[in-house]
């Protein structure tokens, strides 16, 4: 349908706002059609999309190249649900990794192993071509056994899913995914009514929500997560006088709760609107109006082609008809174009890394996987010490392993026609059904058991006589379950077989093993000892066998047990910090040291970075030859192993003291190395320069601009930002500033037309040429309230300065009227090794800095910007240079020139300022508590 009265664009902007799945493992007409014809931004693989890692890669470099062919600004977002456990959307194979549940991984309490299954579950989608995980589920655990849920939430303890949700977005940006915190405002207490009206019923005042629900949602939020789903369900108790049908539907759920009072600024998403409850009483097209108007940002609609047609067809409707704003959707629109240009880029979308890339993967992730599982296993009980089993002397007594005769039913299973087909995740079946299930348990159980096994399975008919039999004639009696509150016989089973081993003559050991949810029979103490594995996978089963014979100690705890610190402390739970001894460089004896301990760490803390052992020790004889930088560190007394780097800087013409470089080897994390080395350096700051206020990150010099937010390979923050934001940088101001890279110059094979008769381009080689002061002053004026150093006319005109020396390898490039010779936009052009590089010391041989732009506020600075961009591609072209580098603070300069002109986000920094006074009371420093 044609809609004459809407703006040219708004097709684009409108089908940008849709996450679309389709039927079939190789591209079809229907999804191609809608990339194509309607300009959807994203799309969702389910099961029914993937089959292995090799079709999956090229089936999504498939619709990217589709997108690319149609002139999407942008590649596309790909959404999967792989939460683990027995959520995956790509089964586990050669290629892609198992690892345990959500609630499996949190059994394990380990934070830092959970943040690394999050990262590597990141990168093991990335190299299919999947950019967006649909995860962490952020439900709180009801400590009920009939949730439908299940394994795939935490636990029952909110601030433990507050933690260990944070820590899983914080590792799924280290692997270079967005994440998508689900489902507000939390289904922990979902009831399911399928004899009412079908939906499901969160029963939950607001007040009750805000005290536990919304925690882990919060945490989350500050941990920067990319978007948050809203569900579908009823909400009858949240405020008086308000009945909610529909939780994605509702102003008062998504506008005014999640997205002003829980401050959330990133992408809002709605259930998909093929629930039936949603779309029976209202039709896809109203849903969708309704949902935008509610707040959200972007639709989901996963399966039927006229399903998707008709909610974009809706959306366009209702903005002719001035029901829905179009500033609303122009808004929504650009939130998603910023996680798009966050987390891809044409040269990954097009050609990921594939099972090449998984493979590289393959031994590092196939031991995370090992040790997690190991991990996991929960001996919940054992009050007749059992365990470990004790093989049996006697070879006519054996082992009895009972197990059930069928496949457990998924959690998804339950949840589909109620939350979503795939909004809230399709997991795919990945076990066989009947006793193929657990006879790879019986074949691991004869590896240790020197006696007899005898392997059987139990159905709906219950206890028969072969089953007492089997009973009466074994030593060790191991019954497994799954699932019991959807299959309820097997309740009933293991009790009766519990009563026989009670009441038989001979002592025998019976065990109960749950291989899915714990709650099985958590809280039933007849069985003594009860053993909880969250899953069945060949990991999860032989785990099992090694505890059960001793082989390894069970370590996991159940829900509700671990033993996380309460969230409103701040304070999580880390090991006894120490106390460290902080030395100043000695350059003769440390330079060595501290070139291993970068390089060994740079994947870490410097991900964007081209380093090499060459250009650190270039950048640590910059940083000590500069009379304003101090290096610190902490070792090994005795190796000299160097185990944390704090380098600072100030930058005497603004009295600005910054912490450039804090890094700690991960393996001597939360021992008190950061917190001590912090300390000393705001301490040596204060004393030597008494500064007016402080800079958490340097981008001028340009180090590590701040905390990181996104890079495109980040495993890790160099500065963690929740471990300040309590110890006087709390009420700090936060600027966001962006790396930007143009790579391989010499191939390109075209750049920005730079025809203008408007403008002439020039070198300059003499500083009477050019009055800087004016320039800058004249360019930065309306920028004086933002903190950046890279806006403060002083620092610029330093920079130019040194660019103006005899010699000094560095062009300062101007851009004039043509009319009136005045001097527009200017910039400088800083390769490695060239005087002004001593403020980019992070610089790679062949790389360059376009630094120092300056845009004259009273021009068009658009079409200004994209001409300089184009005439310093040109100069970088003559010079030979490969590759240019930038820095640009928030607020300042267009992105999306940059963009076009072909740099992709190396990283996203968040830069903290705050006053000196803040940070030091009463003559003492406030420090972190740990880092």
């Not at 200004?864 to 928030?890: D, P, Q, W």
Request: aromatic share 8%; proline share 5%.
């Amino acid at each position: 349908m044609s809609h004459p009265a809407l703006p040219p664009d708004i097709s684009r902007i409108v089908g940008s706002l849709f996450i679309a799945g389709f039927d079939g493992t190789e591209i079809s007409p229907n999804i191609c059609s809608l990339i194509k014809d309607h300009h959807v931004g994203a799309v969702l693989v389910t099961p029914k999309n993937l089959t292995s890692a090799a079709q999956a890669t090229k089936l999504i470099s498939d619709l990217q190249q589709a997108a690319y062919e149609s002139g999407h600004e942008s590649p596309l977002l790909i959404a999967i649900d792989q939460e683990n456990g027995v959520c995956n959307s790509i089964a586990a194979g050669d290629d892609i990794r198992q690892f345990p549940s959500a609630m499996g991984v949190v059994a394990g309490n380990d934070r830092d192993r959970a943040k690394l299954i999050a990262t590597a579950t990141a990168r093991e989608m990335k190299c299919l071509g999947v950019n967006w995980v649909l995860g962490p589920v952020l439900d709180i655990a009801s400590n009920s056994n009939a949730h439908p849920l299940g394994v795939r939430m935490m636990d029952e303890d909110p601030n433990t899913v507050a933690h260990f949700g944070a820590d899983f977005v914080a590792g799924y940006h280290d692997g270079g995914v967005a994440a998508c915190g689900k489902h507000f405002p939390s289904y922990g207490n979902v009831q399911l009514d399928d004899t009412g009206a079908d939906i499901p019923c969160v029963p939950d005042t607001m007040e009750e929500l805000t005290r536990s629900a919304f925690m882990p949602f919060q945490s989350a939020i500050q941990e920067g997560v990319d978007s948050i789903m809203v569900g579908a369900c009823a909400m009858p108790n949240l405020k008086e006088g308000l009945d909610v049908k529909h939780a994605c539907l509702s102003e008062t759920v998504v506008k005014n709760t999640l997205r002003q009072a829980l401050r959330f600024p990133g992408v809002i998403i709605s259930e998909c609107l093929e629930v039936e409850s949603l779309h029976e009483s209202l039709g896809f097209g109203q849903a969708a109006i309704m949902a935008l108007s509610a707040g959200c940002d972007m639709l989901m609609v996963c399966h039927s082609f006229m399903n998707q047609l008709e909610s974009i067809e809706g959306v366009k409707t209702a903005l002719e008809n001035g029901i829905l704003s179009e500033t609303q959707v122009r808004d929504s629109a650009q939130r998603i174009l910023m996680m798009r240009r966050r987390y891809t880029s044409w040269s990954t979308a097009l050609r990921p890394s594939g099972t090449l890339g998984l493979s590289a993967l393959a031994l590092s992730h196939s031991e995370l996987a090992r040790s997690a599982y190991e991990s996991s296993v929960t001996v919940v009980r054992d009050t007749k010490s059992v365990l470990p089993i004790q093989s049996a002397t006697d070879q006519t007594f054996g082992l009895l392993l009972l197990t059930p005769l069928l496949e457990p039913l998924s959690p998804l299973d339950n949840m589909k026609k109620h939350i979503g087909a795939n909004g809230s995740g399709t997991g795919k079946k990945i076990y066989m059904e009947g006793e193929l299930t657990f006879r790879e348990l019986g074949l691991l159980l004869a590896k240790y058991w020197k006696g007899k096994i005898l392997h059987a399975s139990y159905a709906v008919s219950g206890i028969r006589p072969y089953h007492e039999d089997l009973v009466s004639r074994a030593q060790v009696v191991i019954v497994v379950t799954a699932d019991v509150s959807h299959n309820s016989y097997q309740y009933a089973f293991t009790k009766h077989v519990g009563m026989l081993c009670n009441m038989s003559t001979d002592p025998k050991q019976f065990i109960v093993v749950a291989t899915s949810s714990p709650y099985d029979f958590l809280n039933v103490t007849q069985v003594p000892t009860y053993i909880c594995t969250y899953d069945y996978s060949h990991l999860a089963i032989l785990s099992l066998v090694k505890v059960l014979f001793g082989y390894i100690h069970p370590v996991g705890v159940p829900p509700g047990h671990s033993p996380v610190a309460d969230l409103s402390n701040g304070a999580p739970v880390r090991k006894d910090s120490l106390g460290w001894l902080v030395q100043q460089c000695d350059p003769s004896r440390d330079m060595d040291g501290i070139v291993a301990f970068i390089c060994r760490v740079k994947d870490i803390w410097l991900p964007w970075a081209n380093i090499t052992h060459d250009n650190v020790r270039y950048l640590l004889r910059e940083t000590l030859s500069g009379p304003d930088s101090m290096i610190f560190l902490v070792k090994n007394t005795s190796t000299h192993v160097v185990y944390g780097l704090c380098i600072t800087c100030y930058v005497e013409s603004i009295a600005r003291a910054s912490i450039a470089f804090l890094a700690v080897d991960p393996e001597k994390r939360n021992l008190g190395i950061g917190r001590s080395l912090y300390q000393r350096a705001v301490t040596c700051l204060v004393q030597q320069y008494n500064p007016r206020d402080f800079q958490l990150g340097s981008d001028m010099p340009a180090m590590v601009p701040g905390t990181v937010r996104y890079t495109g390979k980040t495993a890790g923050s160099p500065v963690p930002m929740n471990l300040m934001l309590n110890h006087g940088w709390a009420e700090s101001i936060q600027r966001q500033t962006y790396i930007l890279k143009l790579s391989e110059l010499m191939t390109l094979a075209s750049f920005m037309n730079s025809n203008s008769s408007q403008y002439t381009f020039d070198i300059l080689t003499d500083e009477r040429e050019f009055d800087i002061t004016s320039h800058s002053t004249k360019c930065l004026e309306p920028y004086r309230q933002n903190s950046s150093t890279l806006l403060f006319p002083m620092v610029v005109q330093e920079m130019y300065r040194y660019a103006f020396q005899a010699s000094s390898g560095a062009d300062v490039m101007v851009v004039r009227n043509s009319a009136s010779n005045a001097v527009v936009a200017s910039a400088l052009l800083c390769s490695y090794q060239s005087l002004p590089a001593k403020y980019f010391p992070t610089l790679g041989l062949d790389d360059a800095e376009l630094a120092g732009i300056l845009i004259d506020p009273t021009t068009e600075a658009s079409h200004v910007l994209s001409y300089l961009l184009a005439m310093a591609i040109g100069r970088c072209r003559y010079r030979k240079i490969a590759n240019v580098e930038s820095r640009l603070a928030e607020g300042y300069l267009d992105l999306g020139v940059f963009l076009k002109a072909g740099f992709q986000i190396l990283g996203e920094f968040s830069t903290l300022y705050c006053g000196a006074s803040r940070l030091v009371q009463g003559g003492h420093i406030i420090a972190p508590n740990e880092s």
